[in-house]
């Protein structure tokens, strides 16, 4: 069974680059089959989808981010990773990363635990 | 963009007591393509349905999920002490995928 866990700066200074970290076990990023992606959710409120990245390294964001997010692959750790320029008090959220398989089309099957970030100086 | 709406906004019902919550697309969403979540405080969504009316591996036979088009329903036939929580229904099968506003079941 896969297994999700995120990692990173728990504390970002507004205008600095949030950088997250998800770390795959149990199955591997570059088999194939799945979209890896990003969730986040502020206190208190919903689930918002940032994006995704597939096997071949394509990528897809909300249009609503697209302009400051960036999510990428290193397939030799078993990795992806997210990034958020020019953050502000609005991106504090608890940021969650899942898997989201192809075939069957499951949904966000498997997440990780949710990784708390606070933008603030 | 597929704008989810989820009503009721909260359900107060008592354990053992039917939930029926909605969840309405503002354009058709392929069956295959909706999905039902369960988070409860501190955790991370669980999923529940997929492809609108599939349980999810683990998932308890009193949650059922039904629709199509642009009208989906999740439903628990008898709520256990352990199935007050949020519960959100998304879309993934148009960019972007989006998530609904949430529905909160709790104990009244």
């Known amino acids: 069974q896969v297994q999700l866990q995120e990692s990173g700066p728990g504390l970002v200074k507004p205008s600095q680059t949030l950088s997250l970290t998800c770390t795959v076990s149990g199955g591997s990023i570059s088999s194939g089959g799945y979209y890896w992606s990003w969730i986040r959710q502020p206190a208190g409120k919903g689930l918002e989808w940032i994006g995704h990245?597939?096997?071949?390294?394509?990528?897809n964001y909300n249009p609503s981010l697209k302009s400051r997010v960036t999510i990428s692959a290193d397939t030799s750790n078993n990795q992806f990773s997210l990034r958020v320029t020019s953050v502000t008090a609005a991106d504090t959220a608890v940021y969650y990363c899942?898997?989201?398989?192809?075939?069957?089309?499951?949904?966000?099957?498997?997440w990780g635990q949710g990784t708390t970030v606070t933008v603030s100086s | 963009e597929i704008v989810l709406t989820q009503s009721p906004g909260t359900l107060s019902l008592s354990p053992g007591e039917r939930a029926t919550l909605s969840c309405r697309a503002s354009?058709?969403?392929?069956?295959?393509?909706l999905a039902w979540y369960q988070q409860t405080p501190g955790q991370a969504p669980r999923l529940l349905i997929y492809?609108?009316?599939s349980r999810a591996t683990g998932i308890p036979d009193r949650f059922s999920g039904s629709g199509s088009g642009t009208d989906f329903t999740l439903t628990i036939s008898r709520l256990e002490p352990e199935d007050f929580a949020v519960y959100y229904c998304?879309?993934?099968?148009?960019?972007?995928?989006?998530f609904g506003p949430g529905t909160k079941v709790d104990i009244k």
């Open positions: 990245i597939y096997t071949s390294g394509s990528t």
């Open positions: 899942a898997s989201c398989p192809l075939w069957p089309p499951y949904g966000l099957d498997v």
């Open positions: 998304q879309q993934y099968g148009s960019l972007p995928f989006t």
């Open positions: 354009q058709s969403v392929s069956s295959t393509y």
């Open positions: 492809g609108a009316s």
